[in-house]
């Protein structure tokens, strides 16, 4: 807890003042980003829904698209749906320790069977969500169900597909065709990976003030996927998830803007 | 304090202490204990723009950089590739530079044993040996051996020494083995190389028909692209010809299974049918096409200094309707598998007037002993429907590597091209001596080997020296037993660049130690002939050097300096300045460096400030000439493009009674090539961490083998124990066997044939005769 007496410290020391400086970098910030997105013409999300007005669909602005879709299927479980007893709660700690860094992709952490590895299938259970008995938990959404081929950023662990050795861990099996014997080490060769850190999750201007948005939002923008059900992330569950406008409270944590200063 | 820095603090500090307030002054709220993780520093992450290094498909990614590190990756959403997608290896591709196991410094062979010395003196070494090589031996008697990973000025570098200074075509690149047959394709229809088209093909087309190529393993961004469209246009249809039941299958709207080698029979029987059902744009023909016959039964250079040389032969309308004749649906369909509805429908696809179709290949076409006539082949049946060179009709050959087109193809660093034309030709001879500022003379007019038989010439003791920079082949060569042992030779000298330990360094007797990817300045040319521009954004581990670096270096000490008079930190400008000449044509013109560092990557032709996305129409092509019509296919001097009467021949090796299956090898999505980068990955290792044999379940049970068992495959070359798959990720036709090559451990090469299409060089990986037998179940001890 260094670190806690230590901001303690630096707080008591700036007090307010700093606080007001980070609101205005906030405003800053995500002024800047939005404006670099809508620049963006091309995008690669699906249609917008048609609403009369011509005849061809437009392509939405990548980062604004998913935003009120809240893209939980009509299938999904209602994310009011309490927790089921019997289900072990999706934790943060295993939500990191799938990805290699804040923003990657997540490794798959069951196994597929030969059925499983066809497109869509995924989405049976991560568009529709709800308690998955065979894992005892409940399944997460995607939050970009457009995307079709899974398993070009998603795959799983081999070690539980099964495939390797049928006994890794004794030497005489491998010893039986390589001279030497080959067990199977967990990675290839060692590796020295040092990923970036895991944003704080919480981060607020004023103590009760909604927390900001600690990611970037391509990919990631249709926030109920993530932050609302029974099958969301304990540590990020919304306690609201029934108003719609995220954005209208959350906003993006500061990126580089610094604070405002009159030209 | 710096401005800066300053503002950075008071930032973090008010972060943190809104933290510590909100803690403090709500100690009811419900929080995890990563409340107290401190904010990262959002402004402590750099982002900056690199194609991906692993396919040709060039995604633009996004680097994030903190603290002299690569920490993450996001995909670039300005691409007009990716369009911020990336594919699982992209995603995790940094982390392939961290590998415990980097080479980080020169070593040499000592008794036997792999010393580490100075770069400086194993540069010194390699030098020395070059030189004494070709005082004792002869010019020819030095090669190197290169990639589709080089960055272009590395390329550019190596072509000016072999061909400029030391004046030997003996440079080759493991590009020979992947695409060359593409090449030869191009320059045998088109009479230039690389596609007419572009990625933007795809949101115009209606049909995609993928001629043996997985491409949702292979190519996966580029086809979710696919994908996507068939989601926004129902009327799209994605359809596969292919002799693997695979993940792209169940992608496709259809999917046929053809028998090996018969593709070229079905894409002249697409063309009986197009003739026949008189779906021909007779128009398009009568102005734009030509007919040519070349040589038939040209053999398979399955011998030691095989030699081929193709003659064009002017062929009628009459003459190919004629030669048709034999591919009717009916007699194709009894050789090929495919019934003749099908290859009516296929037809139809392409003849439908209304329809735009985009065909999509890869190494299923191009790893053939007949290669170039099966890209010929594909071109024709566009050609005879004028579906071509316009968007969303587009024949569209697919690369495997970042930089096989901008590298190799480009600055053509191969034993029959420089940067602009063949070696055979006086007048690239004299631009390119011109460019480089060397006698005209010192450029030999005629090709030497291409990398088969330039390993087969190592292994003979007529090269002595090889040098290989950035690739593998002691794992991808075809028939590898024999180029194994020819590297322990007594009197060869192997020096291998690399940045991990392979097969192919365990063999050097000097390795030199390399940048990767963004340790270096460079560029790479994708598959649609956008060049794209990464900056050094990292210091390379130790004393690796990138590989144009290690070039110029030893050139300086061969007494080549002053052709190579650059500083480091301007080389790859001076270099892209002095490239660019030889392409200064509005055909090839390529975008200056300025504007590489601006923009995600940029399409050749680059002319007034606009790129080409459609080569030969004279709606977007300024080099098109519009008095030939609405296409000018300027590459041939008779502006038009050749359709070729090119048979079907059979493969030279075919299953029998003792060899019963076939056997076909290829990639998974996880794995990039030989796995050097990507098993060094976790979450890729895990994934898939042993190549397998894959076999049809009713192959399987015959066998009696099981999901997991393992298997001897034994072909007339080699044999290999491997695990057996049934049903795991793909499936293979009946009588089939298919294992990837990604494994060093398990290389499947050894059993592969090193017969190659006599026009292009390129091996067939694709087919040989396998025998498999059941190895029974292992009893623990």
């Known amino acids: 807890m260094r670190r806690r007496t230590a901001s303690d410290t630096i707080a008591r020391a700036l007090g307010i003042g700093a606080v007001t400086v980070l609101m205005a970098t906030l405003v800053a910030g995500v002024g800047r980003v939005v404006a670099e997105r809508e620049a963006e013409k091309e995008s690669r999300l699906g249609p917008i829904p048609e609403r009369g007005r011509g005849s061809r669909a437009e392509r939405p602005v990548a980062v604004e698209a998913g935003v009120f879709r809240m893209k939980r299927s009509d299938l999904a479980v209602p994310w009011e749906q309490p927790l089921s007893p019997a289900a072990e709660p999706r934790r943060l700690a295993l939500y990191r320790a799938l990805r290699a860094y804040p923003g990657a992709p997540p490794r798959i952490p069951h196994g597929l069977t030969a059925d499983e590895f066809r497109l869509t299938l995924c989405h049976s259970c991560h568009v529709r969500g709800g308690y998955v008995a065979r894992f005892g938990k409940y399944a997460p959404l995607t939050p970009h169900p457009e995307y079709r081929d899974c398993l070009s950023c998603h795959v799983p662990d081999g070690s539980k597909v099964g495939i390797g050795f049928p006994n890794p861990a004794n030497p005489a099996v491998c010893s039986q065709c390589h001279p030497a014997p080959d067990v199977r080490p967990r990675e290839f060769a060692p590796i020295d990976w040092r990923p970036a850190p895991w944003p704080g999750i919480g981060q607020r201007a004023l103590a009760e003030a909604p927390p900001l948005i600690p990611h970037d939002l391509e990919s990631r923008n249709n926030c109920l996927a993530c932050h609302g059900g029974p099958g969301a992330v304990q540590e990020i569950r919304t306690s609201h998830p029934e108003r719609a406008n995220c954005l209208q409270c959350h906003v993006r944590a500061p990126l580089e803007a610094g604070e405002f200063r009159r030209p | ?781």
């Open chain 2, 1 to 781: 304090m710096s401005e800066l820095e300053r503002r950075a603090f008071v930032k973090r500090v008010a972060l943190v202490s809104a933290a510590a307030m909100a803690g403090s002054l709500a100690p009811g709220l419900v929080l995890g204990e990563e409340w107290w993780i401190a904010p990262a520093d959002p402004d402590g992450i750099v982002w900056k723009k690199a194609p991906c290094r692993f396919c040709g498909v060039g995604c633009g990614l996004l680097i994030g950089l903190q603290n002299g590190r690569a920490v993450a990756v996001k995909g670039d959403p300005s691409s007009p590739v990716n369009r911020g997608l990336a594919c699982v290896k992209g995603y995790h591709s940094v982390l392939a530079l961290y590998g415990s196991d980097r080479i980080t410094k020169a070593a040499v062979r000592r008794n036997g044993r792999m010393v580490e010395i100075p770069m400086s003196q194993a540069l010194d070494l390699v030098a020395e040996r070059i030189r004494e090589t070709i005082r004792r031996h002869g010019k020819d008697s030095v090669a190197l051996y290169g990639s589709g990973q080089w960055t272009i000025p590395a390329g550019y570098v190596a072509a000016k020494l072999f061909k400029g200074a030391l004046g030997t075509n003996n440079l080759e690149a493991n590009a020979r083995l992947c695409m060359s047959s593409a090449v030869s394709g191009f320059l045998t229809t088109f009479g230039l190389d690389e596609p007419m088209g572009c990625y933007e093909d795809v949101e115009h087309a209606d049909a995609f028909v993928l001629w043996g190529n997985n491409m949702a393993e292979t190519h996966p961004v580029l086809f979710s692209r696919l994908l996507e469209q068939r989601d926004r246009r129902p009327a799209v249809r994605i359809v596969e010809l292919a002799t693997r039941t695979t993940r792209t299958s169940y992608a496709a709207d259809r999917s046929l299974i053809f028998v090996p080698q018969t593709d070229l029979a079905v894409a002249n029987a697409i063309c009986h049918e197009i003739v026949h059902r008189n779906w021909v744009n007779r128009d398009f023909v009568a102005r734009h096409v030509a007919f040519k016959k070349g040589k038939t039964d040209i053999g398979y250079g399955l011998q030691d200094d095989f030699h081929f040389s193709e003659e064009a032969e002017d062929a009628t309308w009459e003459e190919y309707v004629r030669f048709l004749d034999d591919y009717s649906p009916e007699r194709v369909a009894r050789i090929s598998g495919l019934s003749a509805s099908e290859i009516r429908w296929l037809a139809s696809l392409y003849g439908d007037p209304s329809r735009k179709v985009m065909s999509l290949w890869c190494m299923g076409i191009n790893q053939h002993t007949r290669g170039t006539w099966a890209n010929n082949l594909i071109y024709n049946i566009h050609l005879l429907v004028g579906k071509v060179a316009s968007p969303g009709n587009s024949p569209f050959s697919l690369t495997g590597q970042p930089s096989a087109c901008g590298t190799v193809r480009e600055v053509g660093t191969l034993t029959h091209r420089l940067p602009k034309g063949a070696v055979t030709d006086p007048d690239a001879r004299r631009l390119a001596a011109e460019i480089w500022k060397v006698p005209v003379e010192n450029i030999p007019s005629r090709p030497t080997w291409h990398a088969v038989e330039m390993f087969r010439a190592f292994d003979r003791g007529e090269i002595k020296f090889l040098w290989i920079q950035g690739t593998n082949p002691m794992v991808t060569l075809p028939h590898l037993s024999r180029y194994r042992r020819a590297a322990a030779k007594a009197d060869r000298f192997l020096v291998v660049s690399d940045v991990y330990p392979t097969p192919t360094t365990d063999v050097a007797d000097v390795v030199l130690p390399s940048a990767l990817w963004i340790e270096q300045e460079g560029l790479f040319g994708n598959s649609e002939r956008r060049t794209q521009h990464f900056e050094q954004m990292l210091t390379p581990p130790g004393e690796a050097m990138s590989d144009a670096w290690q070039l110029i270096e030893v050139a300086r000490r061969l007494g080549f300096g002053h052709l190579f008079p650059w500083n480091y930190e301007t080389h790859v400008a001076k270099i892209w300045e002095e490239y660019t000449r030889f392409h200064d044509t509005p055909e090839h013109r390529m975008a200056p460096l300025e504007e590489l560092k601006r923009r995600p990557g940029v399409i050749w032709p680059y002319v007034n400030g606009r790129e080409t996305k459609w080569r030969y129409n004279t709606r977007y092509d300024p080099a098109a000439d519009p008095r030939y019509g609405e296409f000018d296919f300027y590459g041939h001097p008779d502006h038009r493009a050749w359709i070729w009467l090119r048979p079907y021949e059979p493969p030279p090796e075919v299953p029998d009674e003792e060899y019963p299956f076939w056997l076909s090898t290829g990639r998974v999505l996880e794995h990039w090539h030989t796995g050097s980068l990507t098993r060094r990955i976790p979450v890729l290792h895990r994934a898939v961490p042993r190549a397998y044999a894959e076999l049809h379940p009713e192959d399987a049970e015959q066998l009696g083998v099981k999901d997991g068992d393992f298997v001897r495959l034994v072909t007339r070359r080699g044999s290999l124990v491997i695990q057996a798959r049934v049903d795991y990720r793909a499936r293979p036709a009946r009588g089939q066997v298919f294992v990837p090559f990604f494994d060093e451990s398990l290389p499947i090469n050894q059993l592969t044939l090193d017969a190659y299409c006599p026009i292009s060089g390129q091996p067939d990986y694709k087919k040989c005769a396998v025998r498999v037998e059941r190895m029974g179940s292992f009893r623990l001890p």
